[in-house]
């Protein structure tokens, strides 16, 4: 009942910029918070940034000073400022909200979109 659409995805020379939008839309009561997830080729997916309903931001140390999460909660809407890449920023990075379904049952649920690719060459 969760659809997460990511997109800003694209190929960047290092250093270069861009910004990941994701866009939740269905049927759900809430959404608690929302974050970015990065898996590279061989490797597990990770954590790289979150935000809280209430803007709380938090990071992975890699990308500490060079990605911003941002969020637009009226349009249910998450953004990651990816500054200063560098190859190996190179992931599928994937939205993830954690949703609360129905507001008589305090249930949340993590959904997660398709994933977008992010290509940073040296």
């Known amino acids: 009942q969760v659809h997460l659409v990511e997109s800003g995805g694209g190929l960047v020379q290092a250093g270069g910029s861009l910004r990941l939008s994701c866009v939740a839309s269905?049927?759900?009561?809430?959404?608690?918070?929302m974050g970015w997830y990065r898996q590279a080729p061989g490797k597990q997916r990770e954590l790289v940034a979150t935000?809280?309903?209430?803007?709380?931001?938090a990071y992975v140390d890699s990308v500490k000073g060079r990605f911003t999460i941002s969020r637009d909660n009226a349009e249910n809407t998450v953004y990651l400022q990816m500054n200063s890449l560098k190859p190996e920023d190179t992931a599928v990075y994937y939205c993830n909200a954690r949703v609360r379904t129905y507001a008589y049952t305090p249930v949340s649920v993590d959904h997660w979109g398709q994933g977008t690719q992010v290509t940073v060459s040296s």
């Open positions: 935000i809280t309903s209430g803007g709380r931001e």
């Open positions: 269905g049927s759900f009561f809430s959404i608690n918070a």
